[in-house]
């Protein structure tokens, strides 16, 4: 019997966007600090291009009441700063950069992050590639 | 646009408007300059998102209730300001919100509230030794021919104590250091718990 029978679908980035356990959340919570500095690599971006931003290039599909206080408190850590910027729209925006600590910061937290994710993806590869494991 | 026709503008308006003025009250806790910030924030994401032809109940539910946005940006500044407070009210709070988080956090809350207990006890009972010195010190207590210790901060059958008068300076020293220390280490813990979740 495959009991334990990976179902494809529980895998894919839609299904991880989900609502999941608090250690997912958790999880998210950390990468999508990353992931927010990661999206001001290239310039200055308000609140919800960069939520923009990240479904376009990760799809990580977020909350969106979760980014406004990690910008809130990646600000007070001057990893970014930010100013209002008067838009086309007719109101004022607030964009956020990255200072040079934040740059810093990025560097080491992307160069953690892909030696913690190897070191997972080994781990991981004999589930993904077993579908079924051996009874 | 079609979303501002002015069949759905008047409601819409107003559940904004609520949105914000409930917002408003959860953040009482932060800074007015800060709090209006974050509101003139969410205004301006709420208003962008709206007019990018989101429906107004879409824009506000995925941005959570009120209640849970503010948590959001409370459960940041408290921890953020206490580790840089010295305040053990302080301090004792964020380990509290940090102890409904995970065992580390119950453990470090546990661990910083013995550390003030036994500190301040050790202070409170060098103020108080010279207004009852055979009540409060460190005694021993000789039976028969077996030399035993029996040792308390409070006893009454005091046989013969240890440190006399020199308990004073001791015990204020030691619960200073024991305070001092506690502190320290609940200030390096929200730190470094800080960290772990950037660098998750």
Redesign the interface.
Same mark, same amino acid.
């Given at each position: 019997m495959a009991r334990n029978k990976l179902e494809p679908d529980s895998l894919s980035s839609e299904a991880l966007s989900s609502r999941g356990g608090p250690w997912e959340a958790? $999880?998210r =919570? /950390? %990468?999508l !600090?990353m992931a927010a500095l990661a999206a001001l690599w290239n310039g200055r971006l308000? /609140? $919800?291009e960069i939520i923009r931003f990240l479904e376009q290039h990760s799809q990580l599909v977020l %909350? !969106? /009441?979760?980014i406004? *206080?990690i910008l809130?408190?990646l600000k007070?850590e001057a990893m970014l700063t930010s100013e209002?910027v008067e838009a086309d %729209?007719g109101? *004022?925006? =607030?964009y956020y950069s990255l200072t040079d600590a934040g740059r810093q910061r990025l560097r080491l937290?992307a160069t %953690?992050w892909v030696d913690f994710a190897r070191g997972v993806d080994n781990l991981l590869q004999p589930v993904l590639t077993n579908q079924e494991p051996t009874q | 646009m079609t979303s501002t026709q002015p069949t759905t503008q008047q409601p819409t308006t107003q559940s904004i408007a609520a949105y914000l003025a409930a917002l408003r009250l959860q953040l009482a806790p932060i800074t007015l300059s800060e709090r209006e910030e974050i509101l003139r924030e969410i205004a301006a994401h709420i208003r962008d998102s709206f007019e990018a032809g989101t429906p107004i109940d879409t824009v506000l539910s995925r941005l959570g209730t009120p209640a849970q946005l503010a948590a959001e940006y409370r459960d940041g500044q408290l921890i953020r300001a206490a580790s840089r407070s010295l305040s053990p009210l302080t301090l004792l709070r964020a380990t509290l919100r940090l102890a409904t988080k995970g065992v580390t956090g119950i453990i470090v809350f546990f661990g910083a509230f013995i550390g003030y207990i036994t500190g301040g006890a050790l202070v409170i009972g060098g103020i108080l030794k010279p207004f009852a010195p055979n009540q409060i010190g460190l005694f021993t207590t000789n039976t028969t021919r077996d030399v035993w210790k029996q040792t308390g901060l409070v006893t009454n059958d005091a046989r013969h104590e240890i440190f006399g008068w020199w308990g004073i300076p001791i015990a204020l020293v030691s619960g200073v250091i024991v305070l001092i220390l506690t502190t320290l280490a609940i200030r390096l813990f929200l730190r470094l718990s800080q960290r772990v979740q950037r660098s998750l």
């Amino acid at each position: 019997m495959a009991r334990n029978k990976l179902e494809p679908d529980s895998l894919s980035s839609e299904a991880l966007s989900s609502r999941g356990g608090p250690w997912e959340a958790q $999880l998210r =919570k /950390g %990468a999508l !600090e990353m992931a927010a500095l990661a999206a001001l690599w290239n310039g200055r971006l308000y /609140g $919800l291009e960069i939520i923009r931003f990240l479904e376009q290039h990760s799809q990580l599909v977020l %909350a !969106e /009441g979760t980014i406004y *206080p990690i910008l809130n408190r990646l600000k007070t850590e001057a990893m970014l700063t930010s100013e209002w910027v008067e838009a086309d %729209a007719g109101h *004022p925006r =607030k964009y956020y950069s990255l200072t040079d600590a934040g740059r810093q910061r990025l560097r080491l937290m992307a160069t %953690a992050w892909v030696d913690f994710a190897r070191g997972v993806d080994n781990l991981l590869q004999p589930v993904l590639t077993n579908q079924e494991p051996t009874q | 646009m079609t979303s501002t026709q002015p069949t759905t503008q008047q409601p819409t308006t107003q559940s904004i408007a609520a949105y914000l003025a409930a917002l408003r009250l959860q953040l009482a806790p932060i800074t007015l300059s800060e709090r209006e910030e974050i509101l003139r924030e969410i205004a301006a994401h709420i208003r962008d998102s709206f007019e990018a032809g989101t429906p107004i109940d879409t824009v506000l539910s995925r941005l959570g209730t009120p209640a849970q946005l503010a948590a959001e940006y409370r459960d940041g500044q408290l921890i953020r300001a206490a580790s840089r407070s010295l305040s053990p009210l302080t301090l004792l709070r964020a380990t509290l919100r940090l102890a409904t988080k995970g065992v580390t956090g119950i453990i470090v809350f546990f661990g910083a509230f013995i550390g003030y207990i036994t500190g301040g006890a050790l202070v409170i009972g060098g103020i108080l030794k010279p207004f009852a010195p055979n009540q409060i010190g460190l005694f021993t207590t000789n039976t028969t021919r077996d030399v035993w210790k029996q040792t308390g901060l409070v006893t009454n059958d005091a046989r013969h104590e240890i440190f006399g008068w020199w308990g004073i300076p001791i015990a204020l020293v030691s619960g200073v250091i024991v305070l001092i220390l506690t502190t320290l280490a609940i200030r390096l813990f929200l730190r470094l718990s800080q960290r772990v979740q950037r660098s998750l």
